[in-house]
Every structure is written in C-alpha cells, then in structure tokens.
Nanobody, 128 residues
Framework: QVQVVASGGGSVQPGESLTLSCTVSGLTFEDYTIGWVRQAPGKEREGLSCLNNYDATTYYEDSAKGRFTISRDNAKNTVYLQIGNLKPEDTAVYYC?????????????????????WGQGTQVTVSS
C-alpha cells in the first residue's frame, strides 16, 4: 500500500522558518518525482516546487523562488520543503504528491486526481 504523508506544519510567527516533510512508502522512491502544492483559504491551488528523484534536479515556480528550498533524504524516503521568512500570506494547507512524470516546468502542477499519488495536507498558519 502506497502512502504519501505530509507533516511538519504548525502555527508560526512572521519571519520564522519551517521545514515540511513528505515521506513516501510502498513505492520505489527513486522512480518518482515529489512535488509540493499549497492551497490558501478561498484561493486556488498553487504549485511550489518539485524534485526529480532519479537525478535530484529541482524546479521552482516563480512564486517559490528565494524563500523555498526543496531537498531530500533518500535513506528516509523523504522530501523536504523549507520555507524561510514566513509571511501571513503563506498560510495554507501544504500538500505533497508523487508522480512518475518528470518535473521541469509548471505543467507538472495539475489537479490532485491526475497525480499517481496525492497525500493529505499539513496546515501552516503564519500570524503574530
């Protein structure tokens, strides 16, 4: 049984940093691309970043360049999303997805039902 589990969210103050984790099981980690998407209240889903596990290449949407860093730990089958200098507008549910399709541009970010695997979200709330 494949599981894609996002964790690490919480309530933080503006300016702080947070690292989210996406841990996968039941599949061959290196064969899948892992990506992060978020959805803020009342807004559309927004793609952020993805990592191709077969060669460790990464892609960032323009909105995620600068404060977001994606990385991985192969031994833990986990991809991380570090968010720096958090702002109230970063408040959202953050989701991760796993897909066999390579990620090189924004086309990778699509409806949840179109990914091979879509995990549950983790809430990030930024407020003072």
């Amino acid at each position: 049984q494949v599981q894609v589990v996002a964790s690490g969210g919480g309530s933080v103050q503006p300016g702080e940093s947070l690292t989210l984790s996406c841990t996968v099981s039941g599949l061959t980690f290196e064969d899948y691309t892992i990506g992060w998407v978020r959805q803020a209240p009342g807004k559309e889903r927004e793609g952020l970043s993805c990592l191709n596990n077969y060669d460790a290449t990464t892609y960032y949407e323009d909105s995620a360049k600068g404060r977001f860093t994606i990385s991985r730990d192969n031994a833990k089958n986990t991809v991380y999303l570090q968010i720096g200098n958090l702002k109230p507008e970063d408040t959202a549910v953050y989701y991760c997805a796993a897909d066999a399709l390579d990620c090189h541009n924004s086309a990778w970010f699509r409806a949840p039902s179109l990914y091979d695997y879509w995990g549950q979200g983790t809430q990030v709330t930024v407020s003072s």
